[in-house]
């Protein structure tokens, strides 16, 4: 057999950054990608923890549909310069709703991300003649308003998504000020005058204002955006063999203002419900973070939270899907680096005994995902190399590294909206890796002391899920009667620590429709992990610290 060469990897731990994917044919084919790339299901938010595989079967899906996929960039439209803008700042100061400016500015991107793709720039042609071409297209088949749109972008539609963003921001910009300006009296100066000489002008916006604001927004943009859509389904993507799918991703890249996000993410899902459910052959798929969808406060914005069901795809993976996937894996390096016999996973690793099962151990470590199970092997190859195989030894030794990474990739994940959340989990170090009722409650007693840390980021997260700080009772002096009064007092901090995959649980008591669990329960593990716990508290023995984590705060091992 071939030896194992340092050098050598598993994969990248981002789908961008692995060859395996990009250059070799390394990605396993999983029933949520063919979700994806079926054009009659519908669902088109991808919903994942990190290293899920969203990205991953994005790829994919541009590489099986290199002439029908095309993608958009949100770190491309600078985000964060035009929220930060000195007319939208003041705009919110004065409570205007921006939610029209943002469904127009994402209606607008997509629409010209359709024109584009299906009028391409080519080398033989400059931009203008492909302008023209478009116009004349519009022309022939008398789509009027479509053809004014058109004109009024001229010829930034083949420019760059920031300038196309830029257009949208100053056309809405110049007409509000316009307004404004009118109304106020200040011959001009629009809102631009007024942070000018704000200490001159004390300005009052009226509902009348707010009101305008968005009668422009609905009448100026939205009206010839809808005849724009009604031209892309009725003369652009009219054949089922134009059929176009449009990816969105890298939503949660580089957010400095959450509420401003979410709304901008809102406005982005109701835009693609309404162009999916308008252009039959247009497919577009947003995939988002379960962390950030989960701050989306669906229930709580001015939409439905009806409308989204059955529109979201949960990526799941599953202990047969993982050993496929490493499997898969293992052949296609074998490819990358010319290992002949091809290595195979059985005999890559120690020998299976009844007492130990060096892959189930392996797998055990991950929450599931192909990324945790990529950044193990990659660890345990750097442990072997100069090895014909992998020893046990090597795997417990690349345990300690790949350990500490999970424990940073864990607070990386969730430390927007839960900063400092890394000294929360620091907090277990050195506790047995499974505790009874007193012992997790002793260790969320102490976990509770942080709040009085002036240092502690956390506090506005934290001190809602500490309950037990308000009261006397600690677990040293008074007794819970019952799971649910201990629910009461510690079930935020735990289920917070459950949904992320840090704490699991067993069941010891029989309930209808349940039955006791040897081995622990997470997240990760059920369809609905965090309503499981909620509705099983009276059944629950025992807590355990998620094994990925052992190692970097030295849990002790029960017993």
């Known amino acids: 057999m071939s030896l194992i060469d340092r050098n050598q990897r598993f994969g990248g731990t981002a789908a961008e950054q692995d060859e395996l994917i990009n250059d070799y044919d390394g990605f396993y084919d999983t029933r949520d990608f063919?979700?994806?790339?079926?054009?009659h299901d519908r669902r088109t938010f991808i919903i994942g923890r990190t290293g899920s595989g969203k990205s991953a079967c994005?790829?994919?899906?541009?590489?099986s549909y290199s002439d029908r996929v095309a993608t958009i960039d949100p770190r491309s439209f600078s985000f964060q310069h035009i929220i930060n803008t000195r007319v939208m700042e003041k705009l919110r100061e004065y409570n205007v709703r921006l939610d029209p400016f943002f469904y127009s500015?994402?209606?607008?991107?997509?629409?010209?991300e359709i024109i584009r793709f299906k009028f391409p720039q080519k080398e033989a042609i400059s931009i203008s003649q492909i302008f023209e071409q478009l116009k004349e297209f519009l022309k022939r088949r008398n789509c009027r308003e479509a053809?004014?749109?058109?004109?009024s972008c001229g010829g930034l539609?083949?420019?760059?998504?920031?300038?196309q963003a830029a257009k949208v921001v100053d056309h809405l910009t110049n007409k509000v000020n316009s307004e404004l300006s009118a109304e106020l009296g200040l011959q001009g100066a629009g809102i631009r005058g007024s942070i000018k000489n704000e200490s001159e002008n004390q300005l009052a916006v009226t509902?009348?204002?707010?009101?305008?604001?968005?009668?422009i927004v609905n009448e100026a943009i939205v009206k010839r955006m809808n005849a724009v859509v009604t031209t892309i389904n009725d003369h652009v993507l009219t054949d089922p063999k134009d059929f176009m799918y449009i990816t969105i991703d890298d939503l949660d890249k580089d957010w400095v203002d959450t509420s401003l996000a979410n709304l901008m993410i809102r406005c982005l899902f109701d835009v693609v419900l309404d162009l999916t459910q308008r252009i039959h052959n247009l497919k577009i798929v947003v995939a988002l973070r379960t962390n950030l969808f989960q701050q989306l406060d669906l229930a709580g914005a001015s939409t439905q939270e009806e409308k989204y069901d059955g529109q979201t795809l949960n990526l799941k993976w599953g202990e047969t899907d993982i050993r496929r996937f490493l499997r898969k894996r293992l052949q296609t390096a074998s490819k990358r680096y010319s290992i002949n016999p091809p290595w195979e996973l059985d005999k890559l690793l120690p020998h299976k005994t009844p007492q130990n099962d060096p892959l189930q151990y392996i797998i055990d470590r991950t929450l599931l995902r192909?990324?945790?199970?990529?950044?193990?092997?990659?660890?345990?190859?750097?442990?072997?190399?100069?090895?014909?195989?992998?020893?046990q030894d090597d795997i417990y030794t690349a345990e300690r590294t790949y350990s500490r990474k999970r424990l940073d990739a864990l607070r990386d994940e969730w430390k927007s909206p839960y900063p400092d959340l890394d000294k929360v989990l620091h907090v277990f170090r050195q506790r047995s890796s499974e505790m009874n009722l007193e012992d997790i409650t002793d260790v969320f007693n102490n976990i509770s002391l942080l709040l009085l840390d002036d240092a502690f980021q956390g506090k506005s997260w934290l001190d809602p899920l500490c309950r037990s700080k308000k009261s006397k009772r600690t677990a040293a002096d008074e007794d819970y009667n019952n799971m649910e009064e201990w629910y009461g007092y510690y079930g935020g901090l735990f289920m917070l620590l459950f949904d992320?995959?840090?704490?699991?649980?067993?069941?010891?008591?029989?309930?209808?429709?349940?039955?006791p669990t040897k081995s622990p329960l997470y997240s990760h593990m059920e369809e609905s992990g965090a309503q499981m716990a909620d509705e099983s508290l009276e059944t629950i023995g025992s807590f355990y610290i998620h094994p990925a984590f052992h190692q970097a705060l030295a849990i002790r091992p029960r017993g």
């Open 34 to 39: 063919d979700t994806i790339r079926d054009e």
């Open 58 to 63: 994005f790829l994919q899906l541009r590489k």
């Open 105 to 112: 500015l994402w209606t607008h991107v997509i629409i010209v």
């Open 147 to 151: 053809l004014q749109y058109v004109e």
């Open 157 to 163: 539609f083949w420019e760059t998504h920031e300038v």
């Open 207 to 215: 509902q009348d204002i707010t009101s305008r604001f968005q009668l």
């Open 370 to 391: 192909p990324r945790d199970a990529i950044a193990f092997f990659n660890e345990i190859f750097v442990q072997a190399s100069g090895k014909d195989m992998v020893r």
């Open 500 to 515: 992320i995959g840090f704490l699991g649980f067993n069941r010891s008591k029989i309930k209808p429709n349940m039955h």
